[in-house]
């Protein structure tokens, strides 16, 4: 039987990474791939508050089903996250801010989490987005047992690349902020094409390759740990030689 993981055994892991007090981090999370963690995802969180200490910044992506389905009311304070445990359990805390945008909003806790998340975003992806500013800031992508597949600020450089498979959209519905229901609200998106597929797995493999990437094993999980900057200069170079890059089967 593998051995619980603990708080410290986390906090140990992230400093080996790299990860420091006062960096802002993004992160993209299974806690399932610890294994078994005493505490659960708030042993998780606190390992990261821990590590990147009162000046530092923890992101998460607190994406909804938001007009990807049936679901046509979207409420910033108690629409769930639906990117894992750890994602929800930041957006649950008191002092944690979360974004606007109905269908990509992200929560964020921290000193920059105003700057992050208080703007009325017009895309979820776009340059006017958290993820545009997460470059600016060369934030740190964490990725905690999940591949490159789930690291979304990928699906910026699509947005900055005007790829020709995606198209902007907007899609309305019923949106609440702090409690207040505006009827006609909506959330313009970067929106795939019919049967294009996305696969950032290559991408992932040459960030690898060149340096880029971090890697630590925490219990049953592998990390990977790059800047928001090396990521986004490196893709849009693969995205001005071929336009199809970040698709699957080409």
Not at 112 to 128: H, I, N, Q, S, V
Not at 175 to 189: L, Q, R, T
Request: with cysteine; aromatic share 8%; net charge neutral.
């Amino acid at each position: 039987m593998n051995a619980c993981v603990v708080q410290r055994d986390i906090t140990e892991g992230l400093k080996r990474l790299g990860l420091n007090k006062g960096d802002t981090v993004m992160i993209h999370s299974s806690l399932s791939s610890f294994g078994r963690v005493e505490g659960g995802a708030k042993t998780v969180v606190d390992a990261l508050l821990d590590v990147l200490g009162n000046e530092g910044t923890l992101v998460v992506p607190t994406f909804s089903k938001y007009l990807l389905g049936d679901e046509k009311v979207w409420d910033r304070e108690k629409t769930p996250s639906l990117m894992g445990i750890i994602s929800e359990t930041v957006r649950l805390r008191p002092d944690a801010v979360r974004s606007s945008h109905a269908a990509h909003p992200i929560s964020a806790v921290g000193p920059m989490a105003d700057f992050l998340c208080r703007e009325p975003y017009k895309t979820g992806f776009g340059a006017d987005s958290p993820f545009k500013k997460l470059v600016d800031l060369n934030a740190w992508i964490l990725l905690i047992g999940v591949d490159y597949n789930r690291c979304t600020i990928i699906h910026l450089l699509e947005a900055e690349a005007n790829v020709p498979y995606r198209f902007l959209e907007e899609r309305k519905a019923t949106v609440i902020i702090d409690g207040v229901e505006n009827p006609k609200g909506s959330a313009w998106e970067y929106t795939r094409k019919d049967g294009i597929v996305n696969d950032f797995l290559t991408f992932g493999k040459e960030m690898e390759e060149k340096g880029f990437v971090r890697i630590e094993k925490i219990g049953n999980s592998i990390l990977r740990m790059f800047k928001a900057k090396d990521m986004y200069c490196l893709g849009m170079e693969k995205l001005k030689e071929d336009p199809y890059y970040l698709v699957k089967n080409k």
